[in-house]
């Protein structure tokens, strides 16, 4: 997908790193698409990201991997370069911040593009599913045990930016990965009950 994503036109522009940086972003920090949109230069500090006044009025730290910032900070020597009067980090190639629906529209045609979904139309990845998949990846990564889980959740919550821990909930899916951890803890918990 983000090699996809460098092989936008126009060539020479800045709009493929934009499109690259913005999607490795989202699938790398679970962020809502509106929140990388409004991410504004001065919101990316060396301890992360901060994202202001999201969907629950709150703001919150983002730290990022140093992968993630080392794909942040190439993105934003190019974009300070770059002509705009636009403080937006993420930038079209006209100098102005890229509209959600253009956003969504430039993702399924990259997601096309590397046949992972068909004609308009037809079901396939959503820019959306990059945030349930942040969210279940994150899950199968921590230690599986209650106690691990339960604060790992709650942290996730968090980061997600979630006003409550159940909504959270909503993001994971049952994966072969987490069915078997849940198996597992369910046959633990046999044992320990006596018959």
Known sequence: MIDAAHRLGPDGSIRPITYATMFGLIAATGMRVSEAL???LPDVIDDGLI???TKFKKSRLLP???TTRRAL??????RLKASSQSDALFISHQGT???YPTVITVFLQIIRSIGLRGAPGSQGPRLHDLRHTFAVRSLERCAHDAQAVARHI???????GHAHVTDTYWYLEATPELMAHMAA???ALHREVPA
Do not use: C, K, N, V
């Not at 900070?73 to 190019?78: S, V």
């Not at 709650?154 to 997600?160: F, G, N, Q, V």
């Open 38 to 40: 409004a991410i504004r």
């Open 51 to 53: 994202i202001a006044q």
């Open 64 to 66: 990022l991997h140093s």
């Open 73 to 78: 900070d190439g993105y934003l020597a190019t």
């Open 97 to 99: 911040p890229p509209a």
């Open 154 to 160: 709650t942290a996730l919550s968090t980061y997600l």
């Open 185 to 187: 803890a369910g046959e």
